[in-house]
C-alpha cells in the first residue's frame, strides 16, 4: 500500500486551494466518495506514551486540510489534534511512529509535502507549534521519508527515505540539531538493499540498522548496519523463501545484540514470518503466518518486553480476516491476543504496538477510518478512540467503465458496510448505487483493479486480499451477487493480483499476480468461466521480471503485454511479450536511469504493436517518464516528468486517441502538488488538462483514464472531495 502500499503508505490527503481551469477544459466531480472527518482518519503509524498514559500519534488523512494530524488521546480517551498539516511546505500525509524528547516535543516524518514536495522531518513542539526541520529536495539527498526520526544523545535525528538519493533507492540520512542533512548512505538498489520503508534504531556504539522492503541478493530485501563511518553492511539478505521477504517493519535490539523483526511476505505459507539474527547474522525464523487464525502479512516489526516476549500485528488473518494483534513467547509459541473483527474493535492493524508497564498493548488500526485500542493483559480490547468513517466507498484508486449509456462503473478499496471495498455504480444523475459491499472474508476484499463486463453486462474484477488464503480472488458480480470464480492461495497459482482481467470471446479471463508461482515472484494465469485456474508463465525474478502488479493487453494474434515492478537485467523492471503457447520474451529491461525505472502500469499498443506506458521512477529528473517501445524492443523516452507543474508520480498507464496522441495522470505534482491529467502529443509536448488542488475537485488521481467517443475523459482520486475520500471525475475538452 504494498500500494499501500505499499500504496496505501504513500498515499495523501488533500486540502482546499483555488482551482484555474480554462473553458476548453472543464473538471465535473460527478461523485463525492464518503469518509474522513477533521480530527483524522486511517492512523497507520502506531502510538507512542508518555508517563501520564497520554497516547500521541499520526493519522494519513482527515484534520482541518485533510492532510493529516498529530493527535493525542488522555487517558480518559479524549481526542486532541496537535497539528493538523496543511498539505504544503508544513507537509503532507504524517508517516512513522513519532518520538518524544525530554521536553515533550514530538518529532516526525511527512511521506511528501515540503517546499519540493519530497517530505519534511518536523518539530512539534508543546504548544502545538510546527518547525519544519529539514524539507527533502527528492534528489540525493532523499525522497519520501516514511519511516520516523529517532534522535542521539546530542539531539541529532536518524531516519531512512523510501526513495531517492543518487541511485533513486533511498538514502539513510542524519539531521543535526541545526537543520543541516547529511546523506549517511545511498542505496543502490542491488544486493545492498533498495527502498527502506521503516526507521532506524542505533546501538550503543552509534551503529544504525533498518530493513529495506527490496534489493539484496534474492531482491527480497535486507537487513542492513550502517557504521559510524557511514560504511553499509547486508547483516540478512531475504531469499524469499522458508526465510521471509519483503521486510516493511524495522528492526529491535536485545541487549545481546541479536535483531528481532518480521517480513511481509514469504515465509512456508507466504503469509510472513518473525524472525530473529543473531550476532553472526544467522538468521532463524521464530513464527511462521498461515494467514489463517494465527495472522498472515505482518507490516509492522516487533517489539520485546522483560521477559522476552515478543508482540506485534498482523494485517490480515485472524478468525475474521480483519487482523491480529499477537505475543511470541521466547519457546517461540505464539499466542493470538486479539483477532479484530472488522467491526467497531477495528481492521487492519498496520503498525506495531507499544507496551506499558503493566503489560497492556497499544496500537492502531487503518481500515476504514481507523481506531487506537487497548488490549489487556488478560487479552480484552477497548477501542480507546474511533476515527468516524462512511459506508458509500472511499479511496476509489482503480480507474473506471463507461457503458453506452453513459452510466459509469467502478470499484473503491475502502469503505463499505463491511469496510473491505465496494464495487458501485454512478448514473447520469450523477447517483451512487452499491452493486456490491465486500465484507473483508472469502468473498474478496480490497478491489485494487476496475472492471470488464461482458455482453450479458456482468462484471468480473479482481481483489487483492480476502478469499480462501487471503491471497486475493477473481470474482463475478451479477444482479448485485458475487461469485468467487477463483480462490488464489499464493503457492504455484499465484497470489495477490493487483491488476485487473482481460475478458475473451470464450469468456476465460486472464490477469497477473504480484507473488506466488514456483518462484514466489508472480504469475501470468488465466480462469475459465468453470473457475479453472491455469498459470500460463512463472516470473523467476531475475532476468525476465519479478511483480507484475498490472494487468495485462493483448493484439489480435493472441499475444499478452504487460511490465514487471521489478527484475530484468538491471533490477528495476521489464515490459515483456508472452506467446499464446507460454513463451516469454523480454522486450526492454529498464535500467533505473534516464530511461524509467518501475513500471508500475501495464501498457497499450497502437496498430503496428508499438507499446506505450509509463515509469513511477527515474528518468532525467527522476520523477517518471511515458515510454515508448517497438516490436523490436526499441526504448524512447517520449516525456521526462520533472516533479513540478507539469505533474510527478505517473503510476497509471495511458489511453490514445485516433490521432496518437496520450493522455494519463501523475499522482502528485501539478500547479497545486495534488496530482494533474496531462495529454502528450505524438510531438512530446505535454499540456496539463487539469490541476487537482486537493479540494472539492479531488486529489491524488492513482487510476488512469478512459475517453469517450466525444474526447472527453473520465477518472477517480483517491482523496478530496466534500468527504475528503475521493472523487469521480469528468473533464470535457
Not at 483524522?40 to 486540510?65: E, F, K, Q
Not at 463491511?418 to 476484499?445: A, I, M
Amino acid at each position: 500500500m504494498l500500494r499501500t502500499k505499499l500504496k496505501q503508505i504513500l498515499m495523501l490527503a488533500g486540502f482546499a486551494f483555488a482551482a484555474q481551469l480554462s473553458r476548453a477544459q472543464v473538471e465535473t466531480v460527478l461523485h463525492n466518495f464518503l469518509s474522513v472527518p477533521l480530527n483524522g482518519a486511517n492512523p497507520y503509524a502506531g502510538v507512542i506514551r508518555d508517563s501520564s498514559g497520554n497516547l500521541y500519534g499520526t493519522t494519513a488523512y482527515g484534520g482541518t486540510y485533510n492532510a493529516g494530524v498529530v493527535y493525542k488521546i488522555s487517558t480518559s480517551g479524549q481526542e486532541s489534534v496537535l497539528y493538523s498539516f496543511t498539505g504544503g511546505n508544513d507537509g503532507w500525509q504524517p508517516s512513522g511512529s513519532l518520538f518524544m524528547d525530554s521536553s515533550g516535543n514530538l518529532y516526525g516524518t511527512a511521506v511528501s509535502g515540503g517546499v519540493d514536495h519530497s517530505g519534511v522531518v518536523y518539530k512539534l513542539s508543546t504548544l502545538g507549534a510546527e518547525t519544519v526541520l529539514y524539507s527533502f529536495t527528492g534528489g540525493a539527498d532523499g525522497w519520501r521519508p516514511t519511516g520516523g526520526v529517532i534522535m542521539d544523545a546530542s539531539g541529532n535525528l536518524y531516519g531512512a527515505t523510501f526513495a531517492g538519493g543518487a541511485s533513486g533507492w533511498g538514502v539513510v540520512f542524519k539531521l543535526n540539531p541545526s537543520g543541516h542533512e547529511t546523506v549517511l548512505y545511498t542505496f543502490t538498489g542491488g544486493v545492498d538493499g533498495a527502498s527502506p520503508d521503516s526507521g532506524v534504531i542505533m546501538d550503543s556504539a552509534g551503529n544504525l540498522y533498518g530493513t529495506t522492503f527490496g534489493g539484496g541478493a534474492g531482491f527480497a530485501g535486507v537487513v542492513y548496519k550502517v557504521n559510524t563511518a557511514n560504511q553499509e553492511t547486508v547483516v540478512y539478505s531475504f531469499r524469499d523463501g522458508a526465510d521471509g521477504g519483503a521486510p516493511y517493519g524495522g528492526v529491535i535490539m536485545d541487549s545481546a545484540g541479536n535483531l528481532y523483526g518480521t517480513t511481509s511476505a514469504a515465509g512456508a505459507a507466504n503469509a510472513g514470518v518473525v524472525y530473529k539474527i543473531n550476532t553472526s547474522g544467522q538468521q532463524t525464523v521464530l513464527h511462521c503466518f498461515t494467514g489463517a487464525a494465527d495472522g498472515g502479512t505482518p507490516y509492522s516489526g516487533v517489539v520485546m518486553d522483560s521477559g522476552g516476549n515478543l508482540y506485534g500485528t498482523a494485517y490480515y488473518g485472524g478468525t475474521f480476516d480483519a487482523g491480529v494483534v499477537y505475543k511470541l513467547n521466547p519457546s517461540q509459541q505464539e499466542t493470538v491476543l486479539y483477532s479484530f473483527t472488522g467491526g467497531a474493535d477495528g481492521d487492519l492493524p498496520y503498525s506495531a504496538v507499544t507496551l506499558d508497564s503493566s503489560g497492556d498493548v497499544y496500537g492502531t488500526t487503518s481500515g476504514n477510518a481507523g481506531a487506537v485500542y487497548k488490549i489487556s493483559a488478560a487479552g480484552q480490547e477497548t477501542v480507546v478512540y474511533g476515527f468516524p468513517g462512511g459506508v458509500g466507498g472511499s479511496t476509489p484508486e482503480a480507474g473506471v467503465f463507461l457503458d453506452s449509456s453513459g452510466n459509469i462503473y467502478g470499484t473503491a478499496t475502502g469503505g463499505g458496510t463491511g469496510g473491505g471495498g465496494v464495487v458501485y455504480k454512478v448514473t447520469t444523475t450523477n447517483q451512487e448505487k452499491l452493486l456490491y459491499n465486500f465484507p473483508g472474508g472469502p468473498d474478496g476484499s480490497d478491489p485494487l483493479s476496475g472492471l470488464v463486463r461482458d455482453s450479458a453486462g456482468n462484471f468480473y474484477g479482481t481483489t487483492v486480499a480476502g478469499g480462501a488464503a487471503n491471497q486475493g480472488v477473481v470474482y463475478k458480480v451479477v444482479s448485485g451477487a458475487e461469485t468467487v470464480l477463483y480462490s488464489f492461495t499464493g503457492g504455484i497459482d499465484g497470489g495477490q493480483p493487483y491488476g485487473g482481467v482481460l475478458l475473451d470471446s470464450s469468456g476465460n479471463l486472464y490477469g497477473t499476480t504480484t507473488r506466488g508461482g514456483v518462484y514466489g515472484y508472480g504469475v501470468v494465469y488465466e480462469v475459465s468461466p468453470s473457475g479453472l485456474e491455469t498459470v500460463l508463465y512463472a516470473f523467476t525474478g531475475w532476468g525476465d521480471g519479478a511483480s507484475p502488479y498490472s494487468g495485462l493487453s493483448r493484439d489480435s494474434s493472441g499475444n499478452f503485454y504487460g511490465t514487471t515492478l521489478y527484475g530484468g537485467t538491471f533490477g528495476h523492471g521489464v515490459v515483456y511479450k508472452l506467446s499464446s503457447n507460454g513463451q516469454e520474451t523480454v522486450l526492454y529491461s529498464f535500467t533505473g536511469g534516464d530511461d524509467g525505472s518501475l513500471p508500475y502500469a501495464g501498457v497499450i499498443l497502437d496498430s503496428g504493436n508499438n507499446l506505450y506506458g509509463t515509469t513511477e521512477n527515474g528518468g532525467e529528473f527522476t520523477e517518471g517518464v511515458v515510454y515508448k517501445v517497438t516490436p523490436g524492443g526499441y526504448e524512447t523516452v517520449l516525456y521526462n516528468f520533472t516533479g513540478g507543474a507539469d505533474g510527478d508520480f505517473p503510476q497509471s498507464g495511458l489511453v490514445r486517441d485516433s490521432s496518437g496522441n496520450l493522455y494519463g495522470t501523475t499522482v502528485y505534482g501539478g500547479k497545486a502538488g495534488w496530482g494533474a491529467v496531462y495529454k502528450l502529443t505524438t510531438a512530446g509536448k505535454e499540456t496539463v488538462l487539469h490541476n487537482f488542488t486537493g479540494g472539492l475537485d479531488g486529489g491524488e488521481p492513482f487510476a488512469g483514464l478512459i475517453r469517450d467517443s466525444f474526447g472527453n475523459l473520465y477518472g477517480t482520486t483517491a482523496s478530496g472531495g466534500t468527504a475528503n475520500s475521493g472523487v469521480l471525475f469528468k473533464i470535457v475538452q
